[in-house]
């Protein structure tokens, strides 16, 4: 399995950003996808996730900012960022459930690497 992030980039305060994610490997539409990130200093933390029936959680920090897409037959996953905040910046990384259930409607933890794949990541930065 293998997952490439792009996307990411400079953008300025209440800017808007997508970040994409192309998935190989599996057929994507039997598993549960999640963007998580990871700023410097701080612990990794779940931004999002989508089961595979559709069911989505957002951090709530996010909520209403962000949203989250896939697109099971282009294998593609998307992060959608509006209003974007310095808080925002980070690397986000977009990773795929393979075995395990880390994404609920409450809580995203992202799949360790026995349960799951990860992508390189992509870095966001916000500008005050």
């Known amino acids: 399995v293998q997952l490439v992030e792009s996307g990411g980039g400079l953008v300025q305060a209440g800017g808007s950003r997508r970040l994409s994610c192309v998935i190989s490997?599996?057929?994507?539409?039997?598993?549960?996808i999640g963007w998580f990130r990871q700023a410097p200093g701080k612990e990794r933390e779940g931004v999002s996730c989508?089961?595979?029936?559709?069911?989505?959680y957002y951090l709530p920090s996010v909520k209403g900012r962000f949203t989250i897409a896939r697109d099971n037959a282009a294998k593609m996953v998307y992060l959608q960022m509006n209003n974007l905040k310095s808080e925002d910046t980070a690397v986000y990384y977009c990773?795929?459930?393979?075995?395990?259930?880390?994404?609920?409607?409450?809580?995203?933890?992202?799949?360790?690497?026995?349960?799951?794949?990860w992508g390189q990541g992509t870095q966001v930065i916000v500008s005050a």
């Open positions: 990773a795929v459930e393979l075995a395990g259930t880390y994404c609920r409607p409450t809580s995203y933890y992202p799949p360790p690497p026995t349960s799951g794949a």
């Open positions: 490997g599996i057929t994507l539409q039997y598993y549960a």
């Open positions: 989508m089961t595979s029936s559709g069911d989505t």
